[in-house]
T-cell receptor, first 114, second 113 residues
């Protein structure tokens, strides 16, 4: 079984540019989550999809962040325009059932905004 | 609201020594508790989880954790640390619903010879 795949693994962009991160969950996993870790801080929840619907986007920092999940399969997280404080590692995770069973995480995308 | 505290930012232990990483949670009902590990360049890997029943749970790589309701704790232990255990460890809390897991800030473990 393939795991959760994220790409790119690293991205360095200039302030004001746009970046799109992609996550391919485990096939058949209806639940998909985005988290972010800023250096030295906790891993913070951004949003949760159930299939193609946004179940909870309470963690999205502002309207510069846009997440989509096409047809309930892969998901993209776009940051436009990027700011310096957006730097961090963005993790995607998926689960078949509820969060109670734990998630399978991808390796993350390290985003650096300069 | 759920929250997790990992009071130790960085711990260094000698190879072969025992290890205990602390985790305290805040949640009004029965929590679902998890420990994840992140090795350099890798994603988060689930070490173990607690839902109910026996309060001592066994995980992968020789790790175990004990749920203590009275102390709101879920500390991770390993009797003998190997150099390959050097990584960052995250405690997380969830519940029986579908609300997202809440993570602590992590504890970085260094292992010395």
């Amino acid at each position: 079984e393939a795991g959760v795949t994220q790409f790119p693994s690293h991205s360095v962009i200039e302030k004001g540019q746009t970046v799109t991160l992609r996550c391919d969950p485990i096939s058949g996993h209806d639940n998909l989550y985005w988290y972010r870790r800023v250096m030295g801080k906790e891993i913070k929840f951004l949003l949760h999809f159930v299939k193609e619907s946004k179940q909870d986007e309470s963690g999205m920092p502002n309207n510069r962040f846009l997440a989509e999940r096409t047809g309930g399969t892969y998901s993209t997280l776009k940051v436009q325009p990027a700011e310096l404080e957006d730097s961090g590692v963005y993790f995607c995770a998926s689960s078949q059932g509820t969060s109670a069973y734990g998630y399978t995480f991808g390796s993350g995308t390290r985003l650096t905004v300069v | 609201a759920q929250s997790v505290t990992q009071p130790d930012i960085h711990i260094t232990v000698s190879e072969g020594a025992s290890l205990e990483l602390r985790c305290n949670y805040s949640y009004g009902a029965t929590p679902y508790l998890f420990w994840y590990v992140q090795s350099p360049g890798q994603g988060l890997q689930l070490l173990l989880k607690y839902f109910s029943g026996d309060t001592l749970v066994q995980g992968i790589k020789g790790f175990e954790a004990e749920f203590k309701r009275s102390q709101s704790s879920f500390n991770l232990r390993k009797p003998s640390v190997h150099w390959s255990d050097a990584a960052e460890y995250f405690c997380a809390v969830g519940n029986s619903g579908n609300t997202p897991l809440v993570f602590g800030k992590g504890t970085r473990l260094s292992v010395i010879a």
